[in-house]
């Protein structure tokens, strides 16, 4: 059974920086992409970032240049580096196992508590 962690969350002021972790088990993490969703109040939620087997990422426009995504397959732990933040991007960060190709999406339907993330202006 996939079970994801996601953490470091919290409440920044704008041009904040911020590192969030998932950290995952169930799965054969270093075979496994992973992906880093958001969804705002009101909002979908929609994919922010992607990292293949081979750490091929991939980044929503809006973000692009200010987040990183990387992972550590020792610990099996997906992060999101967050720079310059905007108020925008305040959301509840989720992250999942994803399939990755022309659209990339989750591969499972449950997730987790997801991670707060507060930007004030």
């Known amino acids: 059974q996939v079970q994801v962690v996601e953490s470091g969350g919290g409440l920044v002021q704008t041009g904040g920086s911020l590192r969030l972790s998932c950290a995952a088990s169930g799965i054969i993490f270093s075979r496994s992409a992973m992906g880093w969703y958001r969804q705002a109040p009101g909002k979908q939620r929609e994919l922010v970032a992607s990292i293949t087997r081979w750490s091929i990422t991939n980044y929503l426009d809006s973000v692009k240049g200010r987040f990183t995504i990387s992972r550590d397959n020792a610990k099996s732990t997906v992060y999101l580096q967050m720079n310059s933040l905007k108020p925008e991007d305040t959301a509840v960060y989720y992250c999942?196992?994803?399939?990755?190709?022309?659209?990339?999406?989750?591969?499972?339907?449950?997730w987790g508590q997801g991670t707060q993330v507060t930007v004030s202006s």
């Open positions: 999942n196992v994803v399939v990755v190709g022309t659209t990339t999406i989750p591969l499972y339907d449950s």
